[in-house]
């Protein structure tokens, strides 16, 4: 896939929901959601390699597995969030759209739980006391 892919799709996609939302808003909201994962598929799939990379770079830095995990899921916890906030914008939903936002940073905070009890811990092991 060539690079322009997506800007061309979106200003394409935004025209077509232009003309849309005169007559079927709700079709337009389809159309646009639909534009809005395949882009966000586009993007993973040109994300890959530097996923890849990360990996091989954790590795020879002897970084746990684990901690690049937390990053990859993270990057797609932010991803889809800002698609479901976008989608709620363009559906006139802006407080629904503030209250995914919320939601995506609850769930960073969830992922992020392991590490930052490992982080505690280890304090909290130098200090010499115990959780």
Do not use: N
């Amino acid at each position: 896939m060539d690079i322009a892919f997506i800007p061309a799709l979106v200003v394409v996609i935004s025209f077509l929901t232009v003309l849309l939302r005169r007559h079927t808003p709700e079709t337009a909201l389809a159309v646009s959601l639909a534009a809005g994962l395949l882009c966000l598929t586009a993007t993973v799939f040109w994300i890959r390699p530097v996923i890849e990379h990360v990996k091989t770079w954790a590795s020879a830095a002897q970084v746990p597995g684990e901690y690049v995990a937390v990053l990859c899921k993270g990057a797609g916890v932010c991803l889809l969030t800002q698609l479901a906030a976008d989608t709620c914008r363009d559906a006139g939903e802006h407080a629904l759209a503030g209250r995914a936002e919320t939601a995506g940073k609850a769930m960073l905070l969830v992922l992020a739980l392991p590490l930052l009890r490992q982080i505690g811990d280890t304090v909290f092991s130098l200090l010499g006391q115990e959780v």
